[in-house]
């Protein structure tokens, strides 16, 4: 049944009662271990390399995500089989993550393959359950079944504690129908995120040529930092702000309820703008603010991310007019005469910046990139009107990357919404 044609579902109207609460009547409620054959692998020795390399394809628990195995990271002898626990699985079976960070990842496998100790194997009895279905039968469930094993530290999930996990069970020809809606949901998304991808590796290459080699350019010269057009300049990046500053010391700031809003590093996101929910932020009263005037943000500056994690930068909307920024940031505040906020936040972001960055940071356990050390990295400077159309481009690539995200969001919440109503029998496909 296509994504599509899902709005012709049906509401379920008679239910009984049960050990996890109210499903159709004909549907049956059934223990895993009853319904499913289930069996781990194991690993060949480490220190015999003529075990590995071979030709039988070998999972591991990290290779669960997204949700389906096609290959393997690695692969194994017939001696390095025989010679451990690894054991084989046949294809579109269902694999579950035991332990670890991956605990409780699920992923159908679509090739013969073996697995080691951190894998459970789960392969349905004749016809007891279909294994697609299962597949997202099991994925609703995933976080029950952590929380019966959750302590102090990582989950560790067992063979005993999955096998008791009850599932509500449909007739297989409704299984088969919920898994055909929910997988056509799932193609859906796999497509966005292939457009989503190949979209990010289109802005890249374009940033790559922009930032070296311009708009539509015939002659370059040779400089220090390779070769740009004829037409462009030199500069030091000091020489292109009216403010590069960041606080002395940040030490015993009170926040308060209201005031003036903090920039925290976390807020500046991938495509170079910041959070916009205030609801999020937290506050410093007008006078605190007023003892550190340089970090006052105005509209169009930009604000990167200078210790710790290096590199992030956002330019601040006309909402975070006012804002203030942590002692982790730096505020930058573009010469709009010479640069262009658009371009220089384009520029920040790119591979050749952030190559400059990591030379110029200092080795110390945190790396940290002082404000003498950013006013000296050198930029190749486009004219004004050359800026403008690489901005344009650029925000053209980001917007239709924003769109394609935005379709991908609300394919997984209809998604989500549809594992909540056919799982459950709340919407029949029968």
């Known amino acids: 049944m296509p994504i599509n044609q899902i709005s012709s579902l049906r509401m379920g109207n008679k239910f009984k009662k049960t050990s996890i609460g109210e ?17 781990s692998g194991g690993t060949p020795s480490r220190n015999c390399p003529q075990y590995f ?31 451990s626990s690894a054991k084989w699985v046949p294809a579109n079976s269902v694999l579950l993550a035991l332990y670890g960070a991956t605990a409780g990842q699920i992923a159908l496998l679509k090739i013969k393959a073996t697995i080691n100790q951190a894998v459970l194997a789960i392969i349905p009895k004749e016809e007891a359950a279909w294994t697609p279905f299962l597949y ?5 469930q995933i976080e029950k079944l952590i929380s019966i094993t959750q302590g102090s530290g990582q989950p560790n999930l067992n063979q005993e504690v999955v096998s008791s996990l ?16 929910l997988s056509s949901v799932d193609d859906a998304i796999e497509k966005a995120d292939v457009v989503i991808a190949k979209t990010h590796d289109l802005k890249k290459a374009l940033m790559q040529r922009f930032f070296t ?31 590069l500053y960041r606080y002395p010391t940040y030490f015993n700031i009170k926040y308060t309820s209201s005031g003036v809003p903090e920039i925290r590093g976390e807020f500046l996101k991938s495509n170079g703008k910041i959070e916009s929910d205030l609801i999020r932020y937290r506050f410093i009263s007008p006078e605190t603010a007023g003892k550190f005037s340089k970090t006052k943000l105005e509209t169009g500056d930009l604000v990167l991310s200078v210790r710790g ?4 930068v956002g330019i601040v909307p006309e909402s975070l007019k006012g804002a203030t920024i ?13 640069v262009s906020s658009e371009w220089l936040l384009a520029f920040l972001m ?3 910046f952030k190559d400059a960055l990591e030379q110029a940071s200092s080795s110390t356990t945190i790396k940290t990139v002082t404000a003498p050390e950013l006013k000296n990295i050198a930029i190749g400077l486009p004219p004004l009107a050359e800026q403008k159309k690489i901005s344009e481009i650029l925000s053209s690539v980001d917007d239709a990357i924003e769109k394609s995200e935005s379709e991908r969001d609300h394919l997984e919440q209809t998604k989500k919404s549809l594992m909540a109503d056919l799982l459950t029998g709340r919407v029949r496909t029968v």
Do not use: C
């Open 23 to 39: 499903i159709p009547v004909e549907w049956e409620v059934s223990r895993l271990g009853d319904i499913v054959g289930m069996y």
């Open 53 to 83: 390399g071979g030709g039988i394809p070998w999972v591991k628990s990290g290779e669960l995500n997204p949700g389906y195995v096609f290959k393997t990271e690695e692969t194994i002898t017939e001696e390095g089989l025989n010679s």
């Open 136 to 140: 997202y039968s099991l994925r609703s």
């Open 166 to 181: 009850e599932l509500a069970i449909p007739p297989i020809n409704e299984q088969m129908k919920i898994a055909e809606i």
């Open 213 to 243: 080699r311009g708009i539509d350019h015939t002659k370059f010269k040779k400089t220090p930092i390779g070769e740009i057009p004829v037409e462009w300049e030199t500069n030091q990046l000091g020489t292109l702000l009216n403010v």
């Open 309 to 312: 994690t290096l590199g992030k």
């Open 326 to 338: 942590t002692a982790n940031l730096i505020r930058m505040s573009p010469n709009q005469n010479l």
């Open 350 to 352: 790119s591979e050749g």
